[in-house]
């Protein structure tokens, strides 16, 4: 079966679930649908020889529905959901058609049922969009980009996928920035997921290859100046006690403590000092585990006591380093090889609160890597937003900027969470 009769052959299904970790989740989505449609994670890596071929595979298939004047685009104006009944469902019907989602059998009624629910949620996992069966403002963006732009999206990440058609090493590790997603890759095959958060737009994560070298269990945080610049000055100038309510001491040249008050922070001054935090899994910025990765840029992975933010569509907060939801199965899998050091070892060096360094042996490749557009061995298109802008579309600067009434619900949570959090340094930085 053509990967145009696969998509085209009935509503899609559910979007597999994950596993739970220190109280996150992804949950199953259920709902009327058909199994051949099925929007779930792949085994088959991002960067691999079946990533390029099914990559070419959609290219071919998206000349042919360019070549057919593409598809329309869906007004925008007001949020589609269960139930909604207007002319911009039936534009929505034949948008989802043309793309895939929803079989033609759906027809192209101005009623949004659970057909429609469930196409607009396959379309919204193929765009990193959390899938929520509704179509508001980043739903219609994505919407609404042109068949031909995506089809150049397409063409522009191939040349990236086939400079990595080689052979990688048995065990590595891809970071794909725009999808702010990390894999874990063994015997040509994936074998972790995981959410991840990433370098902010004035802040981008590099793309590079290296390796990871060493675990640090309960690991202290040291500022980096660009931190303490940027962000830390402007909160002690906001708040004298924003050091000593998130555990973050100061010391001198000689590795002398001081008293906060002691420095000018209506200067540059504190550049001169080395700040740290203390360990500790509920406050520490780095979260209870962090991995090193040999790099000039001074970046690396860990976790975060801020898992909110695994939850939200854009997730390009930090300061160039990677953030990992289910950081202890990551960890698990790099040390694998490593003698000693199985998950009961690991979760008793977490719990001990101690501070643990453990060497990566042997050292596992690591590529962070910029991949917007792909497809998977099923027939699946991904893609996602050009948020560095290295596409050289212009792609998020063509989406129309469009209204929809009240926030949209990543700005919802984002706003809820913030009230709710404790005052995390970094949790919005690192």
Known sequence: MSMIALAGAAAPAAIAAGDAYDGQAEWAQRYDADPRLTVSRSTTPILSTQTVAATEAAIAQLQEIAARGGWPMVPA??????????????????????????????????????????????????????????????????????????LRQLETNL??????????????????IPAATVETVENGAVVTHHTAGVGKIDRQSPVMQTKAIQ????????????????????????????????????????????????????????????????????FNSLGVVRIDIANPYGVYMHDTPAKGIFGDDFRFVSSGCIRLQNVRDYVAWLLKETPGWDRDHIDEAIRSGERIDVKISPAVPVYWVYVTAWATPDGVMQFREDIYQRDGLGLTASIPQQSAPGPTPVASRQAARGSQLPPVFGADEY
């Open 215 to 282: 675990v640090n269990f309960n690991p202290f945080w040291t500022v980096p100046a660009s931190v303490i610049r940027k962000d830390l000055i402007p909160k002690m100038q906001a708040d004298p006690n924003y050091l000593a309510d998130n555990h973050i001491r100061v010391y001198n040249k000689d590795g002398v403590e001081l008293p906060p008050q002691q420095i000018n922070w209506n200067s540059l001054e504190a550049l001169n000092y080395k700040f740290r935090q203390d360990t500790g899994g509920d």
């Open 159 to 176: 040349v990236r996928l086939r400079s990595f058609s080689r052979d990688l090493g048995n065990r590595y590790v891809t970071a794909n």
């Open 77 to 150: 104006g007001q949020q589609l959901r269960l139930g909604s009944n207007s002319p911009a469902v039936s534009a929505l019907r034949r948008r989802l058609i043309v793309s895939g989602d929803i079989g033609a059998e759906a027809g192209v009624s101005p009623v949004f049922d659970s057909y429609v629910e469930a196409a607009v949620r396959r379309f919204q996992a193929r765009h990193g969009v959390n899938a929520t069966g509704v179509v508001s403002t980043q739903t219609f963006a994505a919407l609404n980009v042109s068949a031909e732009l995506r």
